[in-house]
């Protein structure tokens, strides 16, 4: 009987759903093991090969924890909402909710056709509202918290007005937007407009004003994800930096708690080290500056205080309020000149970019330590988001610094006596001045620092700095709070209305607000974001509920928010709500939440390593702060699968002509290389018919071949449908099989690298899963599995092959495996094995790779439950005890045979029966034995004269 996989895939894949096989429930008696995907979004070209990756990977290690007898939750969603779905519905006027449903069902379709164990009956979507209305609860809480951080952890607002009623700002340490001083007496005298603005400052959700990518043809904010070389990744259009007021979530708040919690979680180091980076803690001093014949004073923020003496400049950021008070007039078509040119480029790429720009304010800072007068540039190597938008420039001994002082000839002042400030003498690492090993310096010139270490040099300016009121020892971070608008139609919408231009929520049980219909998905012509189309978008004070535009009259009936949320929003607690997804009273339910706690593997890109791991983790802490998230970390365990990259064609046309010449005869023409669909290419030999039908302007196309075939060129590239090279994974499901599939994407390579899909290797996994079938059943369909007692080879055989699987499955080297398992099938081949008691935990350990197979053949064995609830069998180390040696046996270094000894046997022994041997007798004829080397288990090296 052959392997007719078609039959036996869709016949099992039947059998799932029809058996509720992935539906899980919690069950005390088992321990939880959950296992998440990252968040995909469903985008309209469906699925290529290089998209299930990662999904493979975690479903191979969910079967496998099944099998353990773990608990497995494996849920699968989408991440619905988004800029590309908006996009195509602006051009096209479909509502993007159409195109998302379409999406969907394509994805569904194939990612069933792979055969994952995915739990359906949780699928959530992110524009479904019984799902966002928890992404707007939560919303709320943010707005109704501020964080305390003495406490390290959110509290209710409500506790924060009772404070400032009883005693002002007094004793109060919150994080905020600016430090405020203010008594209760005053408090009580603010307007409601005016508390409220107050309280905006300590909210977790505020509204705050802040630079933004703003791309005026979307008519909306951008993520730095969404910008490339200063335009849109999507539609290629200009965007530039521009301040706006917009919701922000205090994500700096949880800065210290995101750092300590890297040290409680399996990550990569690499990973790890790139969340420390974004966090970007420093301990370091504020100090003051005074503008020279000014009022005007600004504050820095060093974590060298120490090197004060060496300041011979001062830079702001362009986006700094201080810019057009200290631009003098004279410099002011300058400085604004320059101010334009900066708007062009992201924060992203300023960080990136080492060119040095800049313009001069006009202006002069007093330097506090020295009282000499410093001039004050402007430039855009200094955000205004990080620190305090402002720097005092060290250039000798900072690199940064260096390089805009040599550009534009300002002053370099070394610290250190004899301190060489050539570029040599920078510190790669350190990024500051060394000591120069020529001089021998290792003190500071300053009469006051003198002979002091680095760090003892810091902590004596800190002091300084404190004992004279210059400024304040301050712990600092990079992170920067998360901007939570967007100007879009397509997300989720804000569950506030605005009184007094002050924003208010909605009450708790009106949730969801449901985005409303609206007949344009453009921005309105008075530039509002596309739900100033909405006619039905004001809030109900009295009936709560939402009613017509025309019915404001900001006394009981209001606008609502105009803004929504970003993508972030709906992908950053999505773990927990897959526990509990049809809970209508709580984002998850207690016990439920108690019982799967957190992630315990997450497989997903690295591209998401300061996004959105960021924002889930905070958004998870702040939960964990109300109690609703029993574990403060969300994945425990995070595994970066690589990218399958596209392996592309070409073929070669003579110039001026319509015809193609083969790859090996190209160098006797004049061709130009074009690529040509992967898809009509196999094994690199070009299906010349099919290339003719694929374009028009290729129906007249002539051959140059060779050997009766045209052989295309290739080259590994980006899969992209632009280069022709995109795998549609359902073609290869038709052609070899989703178990196929499924194992090729593992053999390619370690689950974590980047490696190039190639088609011209799947035969050999497909020929291998054939081979496997044939231990079971011979080419007249013959049934061949006996009863009998396996041998101790075939033993030997299968426990091998199971201890090097069960190590390969937790390290995530899947591809290891398969060459195991197509090393076991070939032993057991040749050693003619049919026996059942090896087969049955042969079917058990391929299961996680390739499911419908092993079903089919686990019922043909005669068991009828399925092979999802079998037992993942132990490997026996007496089974792998070797009983022969295979020695090398070599003369005067240069192996000529083998010999097999028992693995006990005696070197004296070993060295008789070699020399006794009749094959020796070749190598050692006419000379003489000068003396043999036996190494243990290894090599015999008989020296002959």
Wanted: aromatic share 12%.
């Amino acid at each position: 009987m052959e392997y007719n996989f078609r039959e036996i895939e869709k016949k099992w894949q039947k059998r799932w759903v029809d058996n509720k096989t992935y539906q899980v429930t919690e069950d005390d008696t088992k321990q939880k093991f959950y296992v998440l995907n990252m968040f995909p979004y469903p985008s309209g070209a469906g699925l290529h090969v290089g998209h299930p990756l990662g999904y493979i990977a975690s479903d191979i290690y969910a079967r496998y924890k099944r099998l353990q007898g773990f608990n497995v939750l494996n849920p699968m969603g989408y991440d619905a909402y988004g800029l590309p779905a908006e996009q195509y519905a602006i051009q096209t006027g479909q509502h993007p909710a159409i195109t998302t449903v379409n999406n969907i069902n394509r994805y569904r379709e194939q990612l069933d056709k792979i055969g994952f164990s995915f739990d359906w009956n949780r699928e959530i979507r992110t524009c479904d509202p019984e799902y966002y209305h928890w992404t707007q609860w939560a919303f709320q809480q943010m707005f109704q918290s501020y964080y305390d951080n003495k406490l390290q952890k959110a509290q209710p607002i409500a506790q924060l007005v009772k404070a400032f009623e009883a005693n002002g700002t007094e004793g109060i340490n919150a994080a905020c937007s600016e430090e405020l001083s203010f008594t209760a007496d005053e408090w009580k005298a603010m307007s409601e407009k005016q508390q409220q603005e107050t309280l905006m400052n300590y909210r977790i959700a505020y509204l705050g004003e802040t630079m933004v990518n703003w791309c005026p043809q979307l008519g909306t904010v951008l993520a730095n994800d969404e910008v490339v070389d200063g335009v849109s990744e999507r539609g290629g259009y200009p965007v530039v930096q521009k301040k706006m007021r917009q919701w922000c979530l205090r994500v700096s708040a949880y800065a210290q708690r995101l750092l300590d919690g890297l040290e409680t979680i399996d990550w990569t180091d690499s990973l790890k080290e790139t969340q420390r980076n974004w966090i970007g803690r420093s301990e370091g001093t504020e100090v003051q500056f005074k503008v020279k014949d000014s009022d005007l004073e600004f504050t820095i923020f060093t974590t060298r205080a120490d090197t004060m003496f060496g300041v011979t400049f001062m830079v702001l950021a362009p986006e700094s309020e201080l810019v057009p008070q200290v631009t003098t007039e004279a410099q002011k078509a300058e400085v604004e000149a320059y101010l334009d040119r900066t708007k062009k480029r992201t924060e992203r790429e300023r960080i990136s970019d080492r060119s040095v720009t800049g313009v001069f304010s006009g202006s002069y800072a007093i330097n506090p330590f020295t009282g000499e007068a410093v001039p004050i540039w402007i430039s855009d190597y200094v955000l205004a988001g990080y620190g305090t938008g402002a720097i005092m420039a060290v250039p000798a001994h900072d690199s940064r610094d260096y390089a805009f002082a040599k550009h534009f000839g300002l002053e370099i002042r070394p610290l250190v006596e004899g301190c060489d400030v050539s570029e040599e003498s920078f510190d790669a690492k350190e990024g500051i001045v060394c000591n120069s090993p020529k001089a021998g310096a290792t003190s500071y010139c300053d009469l006051s620092l003198n002979g002091l270490t680095i760090k003892e040099a810091i902590a004596a300016t800190k002091k300084y700095v404190k004992e004279h009121h210059l400024g304040r020892v301050k712990v600092n971070y990079r992170l920067r709070d998360a901007i939570f608008s967007r100007q879009r139609y397509w997300g989720e919408p804000f569950p506030v209305y605005y009184k007094d231009n002050m924003p208010y929520m909605i009450p708790e049980s009106c949730l969801p607000l449901e985005l409303p219909e609206v007949d344009k998905f453009l921005p309105t012509e008075t530039g509002e974001p596309p739900l100033g189309h909405a006619t039905k978008w004001a809030w109900d004070t009295v009936n709560n509920c939402v009613v017509e535009n025309s019915k404001i009259d900001n006394q009981t009936i209001f606008p609502l928010e105009l803004n929504t949320m970003p993508g972030f929003a709906g992908s950053s607690a999505y773990y927990l709500r897959y526990m509990d997804p049809r809970n209508h009273t709580a984002l998850v339910a207690p016990n439920v939440d108690a019982y799967w706690k957190n992630v315990d593997l997450y497989v997903g890109g690295t591209e998401h390593a300061t996004g959105h791991l960021i924002y889930s983790r905070f958004w998870n802490k702040f939960l964990h702060d109300l109690g609703i998230s029993v574990v403060e970390e969300p994945f425990q365990k995070l595994v970066n699968q690589g990218m399958i990259q596209g392996r592309s064609n070409f073929v070669y046309r003579i110039k001026d002509t319509n015809t193609f010449v083969s790859l090996g005869l190209k160098d006797q023409y004049d061709t130009t290389p074009l690529h040509v669909d992967v898809n009509i290419v196999s094994n690199d030999v070009l299906d010349v018919e099919a290339f003719k039908n694929w374009r028009p302007e290729y129906n007249t196309a002539e051959f140059i071949l060779e050997d009766g075939k045209y052989i295309c060129g290739w080259a590994v590239e980006k899969m992209s449908k632009s280069m022709f090279n995109v795998v549609n994974p359902d073609m290869i499901v038709e052609k070899y099989g989703a178990d196929t599939l499924r194992m090729y994407e593992m053999f390619l390579g370690p689950v974590e690298q980047s490696k190039p899909w190639d088609t011209n290797g799947i035969d050999g996994v497909h020929r291998f899963l054939k081979k496997f079938w044939s231990l079971f059943y011979d080419r007249s369909g013959q049934y061949l599995v006996t009863d009998e007692a396996a041998t101790k080879d075939e033993l030997k055989s299968l426990h091998k092959l199971i201890k090097k699987v069960t190590g390969d499955i937790e390290t995530f080297s899947y591809n290891t495996s398969i060459s195991a398992f197509m090393i076991c099938v070939n032993e057991l081949s040749s050693l003619k094995c049919n026996k059942k008691e090896v087969l049955n935990q042969l079917i058990i350990v391929l299961t996680p790779f390739a499911p419908h197979v092993c079903e089919e053949l686990w019922e043909t064995l005669g068991n009828t439950d399925s092979v999802c609830d079998a037992h993942w069998p132990a490997y026996n180390e007496e089974y792998l005890v070797e009983n022969t040696v295979n020695y090398t046996i070599s003369f005067n270094g240069k192996a000529r045979f083998n010999m097999e000894f028992p693995a006990d046997a005696a070197s004296d022994a070993i060295q008789a029966e070699v020399l006794a041997d009749e094959r020796s007798a070749k190598w050692m004829e006419g000379k003489s034995v000068v003396k043999v080397i036996v190494v243990p288990k290894k090599i015999v090296n008989v020296v002959v004269k």
